[in-house]
């Protein structure tokens, strides 16, 4: 174990470098750890404070990030178009609106760091990797990235920011103890942050989670919580904080998040997987496809609608969110 914990700290100190070079015009964040309230509820859909912020996009018009890997799990970054098949509940779109390859846009990322009892015996190896993201992930002048420790309820220790000091203190701030509220954090850091984020050009928005996916003390549902993240068109990736060759409740926890969102679980168990996660991760970032269209037959119903990419060669595998939630009228 110790030997696991030494290598990914080294893996990440040379990322968070990186972050205290960026970009000139980031807003000050605040200078302390700043506790933030419990999400809504059970089963009540939103939060304690204020509104659900609004997607300003057309009702009738999806955007889905996706990523394309060939048979040996390599990514795919010179494809058009016409070599996908777009299928919203089984029909190909209406009209095609946009496609490229998105391989360097900014990151918005949020490190959601489990800080419950469940996971106290691995605590260390836990900041140790969240550090290592930061540092091996964040660019220097484009990308922000923020801290939310969760046990019973989630904890803003670091605000968005691309600051070296601040990230490595909102990281060392968080200590382990309590029950363990997986999808309010899910659900809080979607609305509060990522979907509240005002950019004026095109981002990338993902939720790095380091967790043992367990969750025995949230208000919210896990729908709500995998809704809330469509909604802000976040893609999930998860790095158990187990270290077991076994699956179990908190292993599907995170399998259902990530392959929801279009994103990917990783299960290490010796140092060699960890820094291979991190490594992935980060080239999955910088390596996907984003196409918006309208789809055919559509009705402002408040009905799930299934997405389904499939690329016209048979030895490629396309990796995306499995659809979304059309607005009510």
């Not at 030494?6 to 000050?28: D, Y």
């Not at 419990?38 to 659900?52: E, F, H, L, R, V």
């Not at 420790?149 to 990230?167: C, G």
């Not at 994103?263 to 490594?279: H, L, N, Q, S």
Request: aromatic share 8%; net charge neutral; charged share 25%.
């Amino acid at each position: 174990m110790s030997s696991i914990r030494s290598s990914v700290l080294i893996l990440a100190f040379a990322f968070v470098s990186h972050v205290s070079v960026a970009q000139s015009q980031t807003p000050t964040p605040q200078p302390s750890p700043t506790p933030t309230t419990s999400p809504a509820p059970q089963g009540s859909g939103t939060a304690n404070n204020g509104q659900i912020p609004t997607v300003r996009v057309r009702a009738d018009e999806v955007n889905v990030i996706f990523t394309v890997v060939d048979g040996d799990g390599r990514f795919v970054k010179d494809l058009k178009q016409g070599e996908f098949r777009i299928l919203d509940n089984s029909l190909p779109p209406r009209e095609v609106i946009r496609f490229e390859a998105q391989t360097d846009l900014p990151l918005r990322v949020g490190l959601l760091i489990d800080a419950s009892n469940s996971i106290r015996d691995r605590f260390k190896f836990e900041q140790d990797a969240a550090m290592n993201f930061l540092l091996e992930t964040v660019r220097p002048k484009s990308d922000r990235a923020f801290v939310l420790a969760f046990d019973e309820i989630p904890e803003l220790t670091q605000d968005f920011t691309n600051d070296l000091d601040k990230l490595r203190t909102g990281i060392k701030a968080i200590a382990a103890g309590g029950g363990t509220a997986l999808w309010d954090a899910v659900y809080y850091a979607c609305r509060e942050k990522l979907l509240k984020e005002r950019d004026t050009s095109s981002v990338r928005r993902a939720i790095i989670l380091v967790s043992d996916g367990d969750d025995n003390d949230s208000h919210v549902f896990k729908n709500e919580a995998l809704e809330m993240a469509q909604r802000a068109e976040v893609i999930v990736y998860a790095i158990s904080t187990s270290l077991m060759n076994t699956r179990d409740k908190g292993s599907d926890n995170l399998k259902t998040l990530t392959e929801a969102t279009g994103g990917r679980a990783f299960f290490p168990t010796k140092m060699e997987d960890v820094a291979k996660a991190f490594i992935e991760i980060q080239g999955e970032l910088r390596s996907q496809y984003s196409i918006s269209y309208r789809p055919d037959r559509f009705e402002a119903n408040g009905q799930f609608r299934v997405i389904r990419i499939v690329p016209v060669n048979k030895g490629l595998h396309a990796r995306a969110k499995k659809g979304y939630y059309v607005p009510r009228q």
